[in-house]
């Protein structure tokens, strides 16, 4: 496709919002953005836009009934989430998803993934684009399960902090909220990935729905 010209950003983050049309403005200075925080606010807007970034957990429901609507017209709907795991990642394909990105990267690698959409690439995020190798490649072995003691492992404090980067905050905005420094946040952050055997954000947003810390559905 040409370059998009203008753009939705659906999100109800507003941190996630900010990122999101700074890597979008970062790769098509000129695009008309409008911003939304759920699915009643972005139903409300007239016409389809070139390009749709989506977040899946949204107040009111999926941000997978908004891809549905907008892909069946001429927008090119890309999901921006903290998962990588195949319930979010087919459903949202199956709807019309042409893209997938993640939330734990920077707006500069962001920017240049959606640059691609000019010349007819897929934006997708490297674990995103190794999963959907793995899921169409040879079977193997399934993976380990056994995360029975990992809830126990981590602090009260630990836990609060898992459960803000499992919503799709950033370090510093978490330590925000709980009224630490960017630096006690970092280190509250380094031990959870040590004691749940994570290495990325989105793995410990993973981790944090699969402890129960964070619904499901949300993200």
Not at 196 to 214: D, I, K, M, P, Y
């Amino acid at each position: 496709m040409s370059a998009p010209r203008t753009a939705l950003v659906l999100d109800d983050l507003a941190a996630s919002r900010r990122w999101l049309c700074a890597a979008l403005r970062q790769a098509y200075p000129q695009i008309a953005i409008v911003e939304a925080g759920s699915l009643a606010e972005a139903g409300a807007m007239i016409g389809a836009p070139d390009l749709a970034l989506i977040d899946l957990g949204l107040p009111d429901g999926s941000g997978v009934r908004m891809i549905e609507k907008l892909s069946a017209g001429r927008t090119l709907c890309v999901v921006a989430t903290v998962f990588d795991d195949d319930a979010h990642l087919f459903p949202a394909l199956r709807a019309g998803a042409q893209g997938y990105v993640l939330k734990d990267q920077s707006q500069q690698d962001l920017a240049a993934m959606l640059l691609g959409i000019a010349d007819g690439q897929p934006p997708l995020s490297p674990s995103i684009a190794r999963r959907l190798l793995r899921h169409f490649g040879p079977v193997g072995p399934p993976p380990s399960a056994d995360d029975s003691g990992d809830l126990d492992r981590l602090t009260r404090r630990e836990k609060g902090v898992l459960q803000l980067i499992g919503k799709g905050l950033t370090v510093a905005e978490a330590a925000a909220a709980l009224e630490l420094s960017r630096n006690t946040c970092a280190g509250y952050v380094k031990d959870i990935y040590r004691k749940l055997r994570v290495s990325s954000r989105a793995e410990a947003a993973l981790a944090a729905t699969r402890l129960g810390l964070v619904d499901r559905d949300a993200h």
